[in-house]
């Protein structure tokens, strides 16, 4: 399929070069643009292995971006229009520059209209907030994804989800290997999820919880899936327990109860929207380093204890 052209659709491209999370926050803002411009190709420019999230959110192609580093893989002059959905600093704004598109959508800057960029606001505003501005309208309560397309491997299981893209998210293994225990015992059907280099982590807390009782060697998937079937997982979970990840957005995404624990990103601008869901953190403490080896301290301050009685609180 040309990327350039498919029958003579004009192309709209939206940057945003970043994980699942980013673009689970940013479906509110697609779901817009495709309302908005149902003559165009949309085309979301991100690393590709978020192919089969994009599945997900539907009506969207993926153009295959690993970052900012290097101009995007399209010719000068083929877009129609861009969206800086990427944010706003130097880097994204000249990859966008670069296309020549006729229109650009994306928040103020030099040489460009757009509204004022401020903080501290819920990313899936910040996002339908930029095309609300540029005349678009986005309801940033238009997150949920649909379902995949395969079932879940674990109908009705517990997700604790003991992976997270940088150390300064990684809630202790003890921890986690705790409340599988304790969940376990209390009837749930228990299952640790990440990804493919997170499957250490995973295996070492299932030995963890077999030490006290909890049997979890057949409910190891982490590493073992596909972002398909990751997100069948969660869409037909009991519960979720996760850091501020993308499995804590996809159950906001499929209005899975869940837990999520936060550190150094605050849970004001990345927490869940309304719903079954549970914040837990310590803002008084956080370092806010996002990219530290070390967990955030906020994160730290988090119990077992508290797990378990937000679990309670849900009622699950």
């Known amino acids: 399929m040309d990327i350039v052209e498919m029958n003579g659709q004009p192309l709209l491209l939206a940057l945003r070069a970043l994980k699942l999370g980013d673009l689970l926050v940013a479906v509110p803002a697609l779901r817009g643009l495709r309302r908005a411009f149902p ?70 800057a030099p040489g460009l209209d757009g509204p004022e960029w401020i903080t501290g606001i819920p990313e899936r505003e910040r996002w339908t907030r930029l095309l609300n501005w540029h005349g678009i309208d986005a309801d940033p309560l238009d997150y949920r994804l649909n379902r995949p397309s395969i079932p879940s491997p674990r109908p009705g299981a517990t997700v604790i989800h003991v992976g997270a893209a940088y150390g300064s998210r990684l809630w202790p293994i003890e921890r986690f290997a705790e409340v599988a225990v304790e969940l376990t015992r209390a009837g ?23 030490l006290k009782g909890a049997n979890l060697d057949g409910g190891v998937l982490a590493g073992r899936q596909g972002l398909a079937e990751f997100a069948a997982t969660i869409a037909d979970a009991r519960l979720v327990v996760s850091a501020d990840t993308g499995a804590a957005h996809l159950a906001s995404a499929y209005a899975r109860p869940s837990v999520v624990l936060f550190g150094p990103a605050p849970a004001e601008e990345w927490g869940p929207p309304p719903g079954p ?39 699950c």
């Open 39 to 108: 003559e165009h190709r949309i085309l979301y420019a991100a690393p590709a292995w978020i192919a089969e999230a994009l599945e997900l959110v539907g009506g969207i192609d993926h153009l295959p971006t690993p970052g900012l580093d290097d101009p995007l893989d399209i010719p000068p002059g083929a877009v129609d229009i861009a969206v800086n959905l990427h944010g706003n600093g130097p880097e994204s704004r000249q990859r966008i520059d670069e296309l020549g598109a006729r229109r650009v959508l994306a928040y103020q």
């Open 188 to 210: 749930h059907d228990v299952v640790l999820t990440g990804g493919t280099s997170e499957r250490g982590r995973a295996v070492e807390t299932a030995a963890l919880a077999d």
């Open 277 to 315: 869901h549970v914040v837990l953190t310590a803002v008084e403490l956080r370092r806010g380093d996002v990219f530290a080896a070390d967990p955030d301290p906020a994160l730290l301050a988090v119990t077992v204890r508290d797990v378990l009685d937000a679990v309670d609180g849900l009622g």
